[in-house]
Each structure stands twice: as structure tokens, then as C-alpha cells.
């Protein structure tokens, strides 16, 4: 049996939005092995190594309607913890030109209004908990912009925006609020959705980078870090966004 010290979020509840596959995924099987009784909301089912320790149920941030009741359902009660990690970053990198309304309205829909959903579900739960952690899974587009991605930039820029703002509203004795992202590329499935087959994914961190400060901030409440941007490198230290930005990931996009 494990010693009380190795599940230290035992008894905890948490939920995850987007915690299928990549960062989402990586916190929520964190929390998970501190002890965490965790609920993944994402399309698809998690899926291999570590899914049997997660609670599933479907969600979809294109339809609002049937996602604001799902979320209202799995934010009954208390939650001490919440992630949001879900994200549609378009289907290729392309000019602003050649974007479609469709495509950036996804965009829209699930990177920025499915954490408004999140945050309006969630919150109340969070507060009942007092004090309750929400995680909001950042980038370093928020900071550099670049081309190719101006709808993944602008929403993300939006969404961070948006955390800062509510942090800035919350008593952080009953919620804290605190967004992590990556130094540098993550190999998860929805970045390789967008590279050729061949592409070498050496240099790119992996979403378990994101499992000891996910951890942490658990078991801490994140009270030091309430309204702060953490950046993750590929040792799976972390820093604020405030002591440096993040070096700019984008490329120029082919022509
Ligand atoms: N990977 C990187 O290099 C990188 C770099 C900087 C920042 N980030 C940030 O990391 C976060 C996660 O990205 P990732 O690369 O880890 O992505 P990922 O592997 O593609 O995971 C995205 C998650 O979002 C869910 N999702 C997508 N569309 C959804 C929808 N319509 N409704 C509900 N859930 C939906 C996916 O689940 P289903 O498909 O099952 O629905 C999955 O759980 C994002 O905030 C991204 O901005 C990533």
C-alpha cells in the first residue's frame, strides 16, 4: 500500500478540460498519481499508458450549449482543482488571408470561449473548496506573436488575458489562479497533426515535463504563484514569465 505522503492529494477532487492527450493530459495524470480523483472532459477518450487512472466523460466546445451543460454537471459540488488545456490550433499554419471564418470561429470557439464556459462552471466550485486552483495551460504566442498563427495568437493572447483578469477579481484565500507553458515545442498529438511524417521531435519537451509543478502547485495551492505566467523548460524547471519572456516558436510560414 503507498505511504500517506506519496498521495497527497488524496481525497482531492480535480477537473481537467482537454486532459486527453498532450500538456492537459500530462497534468491530469499528475494529479492523478498524487491521488486526485480526476475527471477528463475532451472529445475522445484517454487512451494508453495512464488512462485507467482517469475518469472520462465527452465534452465539445463547439457546441456551447451541450458543453455548458456538461461542464455544469461536472462542476456540481466542490472542485480543488481545474485545468484548461483544451485547444484547436487550426489545420495548418497559414496566412491571415487564406484563414477561413469557419476555421478561425473554431479557433474562437473552443481556445477562448471554452475557458469563458470553463471559468463560469467552474469557479463557484472552486471557491467552495477555499482555497480551490485553476490552471490555465498558456503559451509563449501570448508574448511573441509571429505569422502563420494569427488566430491561435490572438485567442491565446485572449485567454490570457482573460485569466489575468479574473485573477486579478478573486480572493486568492478562495481560488488561485495561475497559467503554465512551455519554453519550447511539446511533442503532443496536436502538433503532430500539423508535421510531416518524417519530422525528428528530439529537441521537443514531453507533456510529463508539465507533472512536477502540476504537482506542486496541488499540493501547495499555488498560493505563491497566484496571478502569474510559469514557464516550464525541457528539465522540467520552472520560471516567471515576469524574470523572462519566452523565446518567440514561430517560423516563417511556406509559401
Ligand atoms: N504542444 C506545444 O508545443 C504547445 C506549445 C505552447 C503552448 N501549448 C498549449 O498547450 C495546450 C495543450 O496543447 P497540446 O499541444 O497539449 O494539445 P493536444 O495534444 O492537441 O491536446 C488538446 C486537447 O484539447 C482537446 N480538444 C480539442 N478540441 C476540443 C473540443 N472541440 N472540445 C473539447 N476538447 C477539445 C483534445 O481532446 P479531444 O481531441 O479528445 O477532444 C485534447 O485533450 C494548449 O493550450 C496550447 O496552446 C502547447
Known amino acids: 500500500m503507498s505511504e500517506p505522503h506519496e498521495r497527497p492529494l488524496a481525497g482531492r477532487k480535480a477537473l481537467v478540460v482537454g486532459g486527453s492527450t498532450g500538456i492537459g493530459r500530462g497534468i491530469a495524470e499528475a494529479w492523478a498519481a498524487a491521488g486526485a480523483d480526476v475527471l477528463v472532459l475532451s472529445r475522445s477518450t484517454p487512451a494508453g499508458s495512464g488512462s485507467e487512472a482517469l475518469r472520462w466523460a465527452p465534452l465539445d466546445l463547439t457546441d456551447a450549449d451541450a458543453a455548458r451543460e456538461r461542464l455544469s ?7 480543488d482543482l481545474v485545468c484548461f488545456s483544451a485547444i484547436h490550433y487550426g489545420d495548418r499554419r497559414a496566412l491571415f488571408g487564406e484563414v477561413t471564418e469557419s476555421e478561425w470561429r473554431r479557433q474562437v470557439d473552443v481556445n477562448l470561449h471554452g475557458l469563458w464556459l470553463t471559468l463560469q462552471s467552474s469557479l ?8 480551490g486552483l ?13 505569422p502563420g498563427r494569427s488566430g491561435y495568437a490572438a485567442t491565446k493572447a485572449a485567454a490570457s488575458a482573460l485569466l489575468n483578469s479574473v485573477a486579478q477579481e478573486e480572493d486568492a484565500d478562495r481560488v488561485r489562479i495561475v497559467q503554465v507553458l512551455p519554453a519550447g515545442m511539446v511533442d503532443t498529438p496536436g502538433i503532430r497533426r500539423r508535421r510531416p511524417a518524417d519530422f525528428d521531435y528530439d529537441s ?43 523565446a518567440s516558436q514561430s517560423r516563417a510560414v511556406r509559401a
Open 73 to 79: 454537471e461536472a462542476t456540481a459540488g466542490t472542485l
Open 124 to 131: 463557484p466550485a472552486l471557491r467552495r473548496a477555499a482555497p
Open 134 to 146: 485553476f490552471v490555465g495551460v498558456s503559451s509563449e504566442v501570448v508574448y511573441n506573436a509571429g
Open 204 to 246: 521537443y519537451m514531453q507533456p510529463g515535463h508539465f507533472g512536477e509543478l502540476a504537482r506542486l502547485l496541488a499540493v501547495t495551492g499555488g498560493a505563491e504563484h497566484h496571478g502569474d505566467s510559469l514557464v516550464v523548460d525541457g528539465d522540467g524547471q520552472w520560471r516567471s514569465v515576469r524574470e523572462e519572456i519566452p
